[in-house]
Nanobody, 116 residues
Framework: QVQLVESGGGLVQPGGSLRLSCAVP????????MGWYRQAPGKQRELVAE???????NYALSVKGRFTISGDSAKNTVYLQMNSLKPEDSAVYYC??????????WGQGTQVTVSS
C-alpha cells in the first residue's frame, strides 16, 4: 500500500514557525503533483498550497505570504514552511499526491496547534 508520511507538526505559539515534511515513495513522487491540505474540527478539508502541473505554486489566500511550499526531488520529500502562525491555522495537515485518473494519494496527517 502506497503511503505518504507527514511529520513536523506540533504545538507552537502564535507568531511562531513550523516546517512540515512529507516523505513520498519514489515510485509515485512527482513534484508538480504535490500539495498540502488541512482540516480543522468541524470544517471541510481545504487546500493550503500546491505545485501546479506547470511547476508554479498556488496558495490559499489565508496563508499567502506566510507559508511556502517546496520540494526536494532527490529526497522525494515535499515541505511546508509555515511562518507567522495564527490560532486559525490549527488543523490536521495532510500531504496529497494528485492522480489524473484514479484516487489521489494521501498521508495520515500531522496535527498543528497554534496556541499560547
Amino acid at each position: 500500500q502506497v503511503q505518504l508520511v507527514e511529520s513536523g507538526g506540533g504545538l507552537v505559539q502564535p507568531g511562531g514557525s513550523l516546517r512540515l515534511s512529507c516523505a513520498v515513495p519514489a515510485s509515485i513522487f512527482r513534484l508538480n503533483a504535490m500539495g498540502w491540505y488541512r482540516q480543522a474540527p468541524g470544517k471541510q478539508r481545504e487546500l493550503v498550497a500546491e505545485f501546479t502541473l506547470g511547476g508554479s505554486t498556488n496558495y490559499a489566500l489565508s496563508v499567502k505570504g506566510r507559508f511556502t511550499i517546496s520540494g526536494d526531488s532527490a529526497k522525494n520529500t515535499v515541505y511546508l514552511q509555515m511562518n507567522s502562525l495564527k490560532p486559525e491555522d490549527s488543523a490536521v495537515y495532510y500531504c496529497k499526491r494528485r492522480v489524473a485518473y484514479g484516487s489521489d494519494y494521501w498521508g495520515q496527517g500531522t496535527q498543528v496547534t497554534v496556541s499560547s
